[in-house]
């Protein structure tokens, strides 16, 4: 076995933004509660199409994330809102080594009419 020289002296993995955006995206359309819109509805604040809108602004390991998501009313919107931080939390942490500082979720609720079919996960509200 050839030995390794300490990890330090290695070199060093860097994680972009863009890779931690797709993460977040992905977990805040997972957590149950959140839904997919069908369209944008004129007057509907919020991201456009389907997917969270996702802004995340990183310092090391360290990032701060805002995430906009949809959920159909009349959801709990605050607990959704804290699940989706909690569930940012975890998979920061288990998929990349990151610790998510600040974590802004912005709950947008939307009337189940506009809600997309066919496109949820497991669990989403209907």
């Given at each position: 076995?050839?030995?390794?020289?300490?990890a330090?002296q290695?070199?060093?993995t860097?994680?972009?933004?863009?890779?931690?955006?797709?993460?977040?995206?992905?977990?805040?359309?997972?957590?149950?509660?959140?839904?997919?819109?069908?369209?944008?509805?004129?007057?509907?604040?919020?991201?456009?199409?389907?997917?969270?809108?996702v802004?995340?602004?990183m310092?090391?390991p360290?990032?701060?994330?805002?995430?906009?998501?949809?959920v159909a009313?009349?959801?709990?919107?605050?607990?959704?809102a804290a699940?989706?931080?909690?569930?940012?939390a975890?998979?920061?942490?288990?998929?990349?080594?990151?610790?998510?500082?600040?974590?802004?979720?912005?709950?947008?609720?939307?009337?189940?009419?506009?809600v997309?079919?066919?496109q949820r996960s497991?669990?989403?509200?209907?």
């Open positions: 076995m050839t030995d390794l020289a300490p330090a290695r070199g060093s860097e994680i972009r933004p863009r890779a931690v955006e797709a993460v977040v995206a992905e977990t805040a359309r997972r957590t149950p509660g959140t839904v997919v819109r069908r369209r944008r509805v004129p007057g509907l604040p919020g991201p456009r199409g389907g997917d969270p809108a802004e995340v602004t310092h090391g360290v990032a701060r994330v805002r995430v906009d998501v949809h009313w009349p959801a709990p919107l605050a607990r959704v699940d989706v931080r909690g569930r940012l975890d998979e920061a942490s288990r998929l990349a080594g990151l610790e998510f500082r600040t974590v802004d979720v912005t709950v947008h609720a939307v009337d189940p009419v506009h997309a079919t066919g497991a669990g989403r509200v209907r």
